[in-house]
């Protein structure tokens, strides 16, 4: 094919042949790399500039276990990515990004582990430069103490609580509860967590006895930007 002159390359509308790289889509989290979705847009680093988060599910099967990606590319173009294995999770790989820990910028929250009425998630924080996981206080996880659970069903209810005081102190509290044989009443014990100097330290443990429909009401993720259960 004969190349056109650009005067009539530019008559015929076809301008654009000749647009400068900076007029090309901008890169995402994705870019470059296959069966990768872009899900958030949200502020991982913390510096106020929305930046590109993707994810690659790779599905457990009958013959094993899957893998969670995150993957990222800030605003000012920092790339980093960390896996998640050991996964068996059915439901979409990313459960939301929101604020959980007390340092600027949005953490990732993707699948874990899934039981019958069990939810277990990973959540990915940026630190030093690079997306890691976030630890969660010891006892929140199931299969390993970086994980966050949560539960479900007549019996057992478990539930994750973030509050931020008028100070700015950032909490997390899990309550977790069994119901008694006739699943009216439910006991158990409810532990809050402070975020301070950079990890999670221990505030309070408590025993607490409450009606089935309050232990049912304390299920599930209670975080602003969260819901409550993958569904
Ligand atoms: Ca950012």
């Not at 872009?38 to 913390?46: E, F, K, N, P, Y």
């Not at 990313?94 to 820990?101: H, K, L, M, N, R």
């Not at 607490?208 to 993720?221: H, K, L, N, Y």
Request: aromatic letters at 8%; one cysteine or more; hydrophobic letters at 40%.
């Amino acid at each position: 094919m004969k190349t056109l002159p650009l005067a009539l390359a530019a008559a015929l509308g076809l301008s654009s042949l000749f647009a400068s790289p900076a007029h090309a889509a901008a890169a995402t989290a994705c870019t470059g790399v296959t069966r990768c979705e872009v899900v958030s847009s949200a502020d991982v680093d913390g510096d106020g500039k929305a930046d590109s988060v993707g994810v690659v599910f790779t599905k457990p099967t009958d013959a094993g276990p899957g893998s969670i990606t995150v993957r990222l590319r800030t605003a000012t173009g920092v790339k980093s990515a960390t896996t998640g294995k050991d996964v068996y999770w059915y439901g979409k790989a990313f459960f939301g990004a929101a604020a959980v820990d007390g340092q600027p910028g949005k953490e990732i929250v993707v699948g874990d582990l899934m039981g019958a009425h069990s939810e277990q998630v990973r959540v990915v924080t940026f630190r030093g430069g690079r997306l890691v996981t976030l630890a969660s206080p010891p006892g929140f996880g199931i299969t390993r103490p970086s994980r966050w659970a949560v539960d479900a069903s007549i019996f057992s209810h478990v539930g994750i609580r973030r509050t931020v005081s008028d100070t700015g102190v950032v909490s997390v509290t899990r309550r977790a509860a069994l119901s008694n044989d006739s699943a009216t009443r439910a006991r158990g014990t409810k532990s809050t967590w402070v975020w301070k100097s950079g990890t999670w330290v221990e505030k309070s443990t408590v025993t607490i006895s409450c009606t089935q429909a309050t232990a049912e009401g304390f299920e599930g993720w209670h975080v602003k930007g969260l819901p409550v259960y993958a569904g």
